[in-house]
């Protein structure tokens, strides 16, 4: 199938953007998209791909194949994709992405949740392998849940790009409102990534109390540890990430909770 005949992956991610214009018209043949042989960091990730691949799978010790047709959901044809790799012995697959060093892989698969989502429905897949090299580091994989309601509401938008083309009407303009951006930004949030999610605490009324605490009492040693402990107590273990009124608490790698307040981490 020629790209111009289904919806992919990147197209999601441009769709969940509010990039319809631009796609619309590439889509139709009016504008041709962008010339990618000369985008570097693009170029980079393909040449890369494979060796990613082949050094995640070795780690994990699975096995992986190229996958070289399309894949096409049998519940709505017109979305398809084309996978990274497929891993035999799990029958899901793993996308790698080439990023830079200051994006954690769980940051980076909530930025490109719209596309893991649209591989997960096509391939009705429950989970996929998620891996990023930042910069020149080794590479960092993670996992990604299938969730409904963020893939409910992607083949919403999907659908009504789609009409667009059928109907060969061009959007009026930018179909995704930063309100609702800002939604599907907190959808991403609470799709589980290496099995944690990440919560907004602004509305849970014990949060505001002990951040509250921590901010006023950092000058005073004692009181300040409580509120800490306090507020490590309620990020359960599920939670990946917590914020809320000015703190940020973050999971690490080893299971640690790091703090951040006003960009400075403690």
Request: charged share 25%; hydrophobic share 35%; aromatic share 12%.
């Amino acid at each position: 199938m020629d790209r111009l005949e289904y919806i992919g992956g990147t197209d999601s991610q441009r769709i969940m953007a509010g990039d319809w214009v631009n796609l619309y018209l590439e889509k139709t043949g009016a504008k041709q998209p962008e010339d990618l042989l000369s985008n570097f960091q693009v170029q980079l990730g393909k040449h890369t791909e494979q060796f990613h691949i082949n050094w995640v799978m070795n780690k994990l010790g699975y096995n992986w194949s190229v996958v070289n047709e399309l894949k096409t959901s049998k519940r709505i044809p017109y979305m398809a994709g084309h996978l990274d790799g497929w891993i035999d012995n799990l029958e899901t697959f793993i996308e790698v992405k080439h990023s830079n060093e200051w994006m954690s892989a769980s940051d980076k698969a909530r930025y490109y949740m719209p596309q893991l989502q649209h591989y997960l429905f096509i391939t009705s897949c429950p989970f996929c392998y998620f891996s990023v090299i930042r910069g020149n580091q080794d590479p960092e994989y993670i996992t990604v849940k299938a969730d409904q309601e963020y893939q409910d509401r992607l083949i919403e938008r999907v659908k009504l790009f789609w009409w667009h083309l059928e109907n060969k009407t061009q959007p009026l303009g930018d179909e995704v409102p930063l309100s609702e951006q800002e939604l599907d930004k907190k959808l991403a949030e609470k799709v589980p990534v290496n099995n944690l999610k990440v919560i907004d605490m602004t509305f849970n009324n014990q949060w505001t109390v002990y951040a509250k605490q921590y901010l006023d009492t950092q000058p005073y040693v004692e009181q300040h540890e409580d509120a800490k402990k306090a507020l490590k107590f309620l990020v359960t273990p599920e939670i990946g990430e917590a914020y809320g009124h000015g703190i940020t608490i973050k999971r690490d790698k080893r299971g640690s909770l790091r703090f951040t307040t006003k960009g400075e981490e403690e």
